[in-house]
């Protein structure tokens, strides 16, 4: 990519300045990432079985994100006509080709947390105002 082409894609079509926003908005939305990480992680599953697994989740956004999970081809959702009526999720080969990148942002955070959080710390030191000046 030429850095006339670069600049073009800030000057209009924000998808064109940054190619990955959208992939970033669809998966790392604030619920998205833990959803199909704890259904990779543990097959398919329940409602209430994904519930006390993210615990500080409501079950109405709960219910909003696997809907948004399902409609962009993440998540399966299974009914069954049973009594009681059993519903289970599941992650999808489309949502499983996600792995890899959960792989390499788990194995940078285990490398890197620890330097992010000493930047914060120098960088709050030094935005305090000096004592005595």
């Given at each position: 990519?030429?850095?006339?082409?670069?600049?073009?894609?800030?000057?209009?079509?924000?998808?064109?300045?940054?190619?990955?926003?959208?992939?970033?908005?669809?998966?790392?939305?604030?619920?998205?990432?833990?959803?199909?990480?704890?259904?990779?992680?543990?097959?398919?599953?329940?409602?209430?079985?994904?519930?006390?697994?993210?615990?500080?989740?409501?079950?109405?956004?709960l219910t909003q994100r696997l809907r948004q999970l399902e409609r962009d081809g993440l998540v399966r959702r299974t009914y069954h006509a049973e009594v009681p009526p059993r519903v289970?999720?599941?992650?999808?080969?489309?949502?499983?080709?996600?792995?890899?990148?959960?792989?390499?942002?788990?194995?940078?955070?285990?490398?890197?947390?620890?330097?992010?959080?000493?930047?914060?710390?120098?960088?709050?030191?030094?935005?305090?105002?000096?004592?005595?000046?």
């Open positions: 990519m030429t850095s006339t082409t670069w600049r073009s894609g800030l000057d209009g079509d924000p998808e064109q300045a940054c190619p990955i926003a959208p992939v970033v908005d669809l998966v790392f939305s604030r619920w998205t990432t833990p959803i199909l990480w704890a259904l990779h992680e543990y097959g398919r599953q329940r409602f209430v079985e994904l519930e006390r697994r993210l615990v500080i989740i409501t079950p109405k956004v289970e999720y599941e992650i999808t080969e489309l949502g499983r080709s996600l792995a890899p990148i959960f792989a390499h942002l788990a194995q940078w955070s285990a490398g890197n947390l620890d330097r992010v959080e000493q930047a914060r710390q120098d960088y709050d030191a030094r935005q305090r105002p000096s004592r005595g000046r």
